[in-house]
């Protein structure tokens, strides 16, 4: 199989798993001999899953676990429906913390406030924002496993031909995706996620942040229609000019496997997947590649997304939750987290591994991302953790997209996002906080 071949794949994997999880639910938590049996992991298919996998062998004399991977959409959908049961299927859980308030709010997940001193060795080894978004009410309730922000990945090589710094604008980034756009070598500009739905919402989003310009106002309600958001509608369209002609069809990971492929000059990518240009050698552009913070609106403050996995226990447990609580100690060490790095995870919620030099050496990405926290230039308020996140990502996703696709101006599209979004908050008389 090809190198990049394998983007993409598993996705009937996952689906027959789901269907056997939830034909077979339950089985395993009501057994008589439950204490006795693998602790049953559940986690998404993201890399410190995979990574996960890989030292699971070395855990075995500590912790034996049978890990399952599922889709996005699946682990929400399998949480969700876990934690109206007794006893809960599983013993560990991975998390996005967008869903953290639904859940507790919920009941599903186990309060971790007064298990922390067992659990966690030094709370402020973690990235603060990280261990920030794993907190609801005050209260603790996940452990982070995954912190990664949205960076700018860039081809120095060809950076170096036309003598320029590294984009550190929205104004430079333009001006450097035209120089570096070559459709008639095979290569684009900038390849970025704009395919229509929730894809193109995130980057929306994000481009609101780049922007200056929060999506929610200080009472938690829709805030598009703004100059800012005109703004960041525009600089959206201009991209166009220098993407693939196929650009509103593309998303996720094929953004990153098109820039690995060496068809784009630059990309926008979460952290954590830049192990798809690993300083390995299996990748020749890899030695060419640098990562930088998101681009902003000149004037703007810098800030780039962070998106964080977290690990969690369920509520429902009963007596299987003091090994879960065992289980959650052991996966949290700052030991298991090296070794997750060292397998080839390219994310770390620790301080102390990302400043590693051997480390920064495996993950150019991690000095990056210590230089970030540590001038607090990431930032969570475009990824707000509410019910309507969804509801909202899906009206970018697709105001957007009719935008770039020539029906709207971005005047009409900021006004026509605020107006849906609206109907959305008034219809469900939410008291959601951003």
């Known amino acids: 199989m090809g190198y990049f071949a394998r983007l993409g794949m598993g996705t009937v994997a996952c ?84 869903w953290l308030k639904e ?40 452990i982070p496993i995954q912190p990664h922000a949205e960076l700018l990945w860039l081809r120095d090589d060809l950076l170096a031909t036309i003598e320029t710094d590294p984009p550190r604008t929205t104004t430079d980034l333009l001006r450097v995706a035209a120089a570096l756009h070559a459709p008639e070598e095979g290569r684009y500009g900038i390849v970025w996620n704009a395919q229509r739905g929730h894809p193109l919402g995130q980057s929306m989003a994000h481009f609101y942040a780049a922007h200056g310009a929060d999506i929610l106002d200080a009472d938690g309600r829709p805030a598009l229609d703004s100059p800012e958001g005109i703004a960041a509608a525009t600089f ?21 496997a098109r820039f690995a492929l060496g068809q784009a000059a630059i990309t926008y990518g979460w952290g954590a997947r830049s192990t798809i240009l690993a300083p390995d050698g299996a990748n020749p552009l890899a ?27 369920p509520a429902n447990l009963g007596e299987r939750q003091e090994r879960a609580l065992q289980a959650l100690q052991l ?5 298991t987290h090296r070794l997750l790095v060292e397998s080839g995870m390219a994310a770390s919620p620790r301080r102390s591994l990302l400043k590693d030099p051997t480390l920064q050496g495996q993950h150019p990405i991690f000095s990056v991302m210590q230089d970030l926290e540590a001038s ?18 899906r009206i970018l996703g697709t105001v957007f997209h009719d935008m770039l696709q020539g029906h709207l101006s971005p005047e009409e599209a900021v006004r026509t996002a605020q107006r849906q979004a609206l109907a959305i908050w008034d219809s469900s008389h939410s008291t959601d906080e951003p």
């Open 15 to 98: 689906a027959l798993m789901v269907a056997g999880m939830l034909a077979c639910s339950h089985q395993v938590g009501t057994s008589d001999d439950s204490l006795n049996q693998p602790l049953r992991v559940l986690l998404v298919s993201d890399p410190f899953a995979h990574a996960l996998q890989r030292i699971e062998p070395q855990l075995r004399d500590q912790l034996d676990m049978r890990l399952e991977v599922v889709d996005y959409n699946s682990l929400h959908t399998i949480l969700m429906r876990d934690s109206d049961l007794v006893q809960s299927d599983f013993d560990l859980i991975s998390i996005d913390v967008l």
């Open 103 to 142: 859940l507790v709010e919920a009941g599903a997940l186990l309060n971790l406030e007064s298990h922390l001193s067992d659990i966690i060795d030094n709370p402020d080894d973690f990235l603060g924002l990280a261990w920030q978004q794993c907190q609801y009410e005050g209260q603790q309730w996940a």
């Open 236 to 256: 959206a369209r201009d991209l166009l000019a220098y993407s693939p002609p196929d650009i509103l069809q593309i998303a996720w990971d094929e953004r990153v």
């Open 287 to 313: 030695e060419h590649v640098s990562y930088h913070p998101a681009p902003h609106a000149p004037g703007s403050t810098p800030v780039s997304p962070l998106g964080t996995w977290a690990l969690a226990i």
């Open 331 to 335: 996966l949290s060490t700052a030991s």
């Open 376 to 393: 607090k230039a990431l930032g969570s308020h475009m990824r707000p953790a509410i019910s309507q996140g969804p509801q909202l990502s």
